[in-house]
């Protein structure tokens, strides 16, 4: 069965400080990662995905993760935290053997990320 | 482009009443989700339509239906509101299922008294 785990349910980082904030999955063949950002009062944006290939990913506003398969992990970092950073961050992932209607994404309960001036 | 769309924003619905939410995409997308947001349960499937003219049960369908009209719209209906149905709902898209990022509407905030 697919799962995903973010374990941490609140992140606190200083402003201008390197943030990560983490996603471990379970999938019975190969994983697709992403990566969404929720700021308050708003829909999901999508930040980063991994598919295939180099294992570090780059996306949007400076994010990146970094895909480890023996440590089924996926962790989101960002070299220097800014303030407007603050949201809540959802990995999801999908099993690339999934087919039919299994073929959904299982997302993680969210981390939310505080960074403080 | 307007990307998704979800009106209303905003609903009070007392128990045993009906509404439709509605949900369009302009980015030409195959398929279309409803999901539900509620504190400490992060995000829940209700329904999906992998294409046009296709609908699937996802994780928590009960309660509700969905319609696919076209390949922009795709609606959800509450048949009879429960307290237990006051949520977040937001609606998605996306290329093509779920290997392709989804994007979200800005979500129909709903309470059932």
């Known amino acids: 069965a697919q799962s995903v785990a973010q374990p941490e349910d609140q992140v606190n980082v200083a402003e201008g400080n390197p943030l990560t904030v983490k996603c471990t999955y379970s999938?019975?063949?190969?994983?697709?990662l992403f990566w969404y950002v929720q700021y308050p009062n708003r829909g999901l944006q999508f930040l980063l995905k991994?598919?295939?290939?180099d294992n570090l990913v780059k996306g949007s506003y400076g994010f990146e993760a970094e895909f480890n398969k023996s440590q089924t992990s996926f962790h989101l970092k960002k070299p220097s935290a800014l303030v407007s950073d603050s949201a809540l961050y959802f990995c999801?992932?999908?099993?690339?053997?999934?087919?039919?209607?299994?073929?959904?994404?299982?997302w993680g309960l969210g981390t939310s990320l505080a960074v403080n001036p | 482009n307007a990307g998704v769309t979800q009106t209303p924003k905003f609903q009070v619905l007392k128990t045993g009443q009906s509404m439709t939410l509605q949900c369009a995409q302009d980015m030409n997308h195959n398929s279309m989700y409803w999901y539900r947001q509620d504190p400490g349960m992060g995000l829940r499937l209700i329904y999906y339509s992998a294409s046009e003219g296709t609908t699937d049960k996802g994780e928590v369908p009960n309660g509700y239906n969905v319609s696919r009209l076209n390949k922009r719209e795709f609606s959800l209906r509450l048949e009879s509101a429960a307290p237990s149905q006051t949520s977040v709902y937001f609606c998605a898209s996306s290329e093509w299922d779920s290997y392709n990022e989804q994007f979200f509407g800005p979500g129909t905030r709903l309470t059932v008294l």
């Open positions: 999801a992932v999908r099993d690339s053997l999934s087919a039919g209607n299994n073929r959904k994404l299982i």
């Open positions: 999938v019975s063949g190969n994983p697709y």
């Open positions: 991994y598919i295939t290939g």
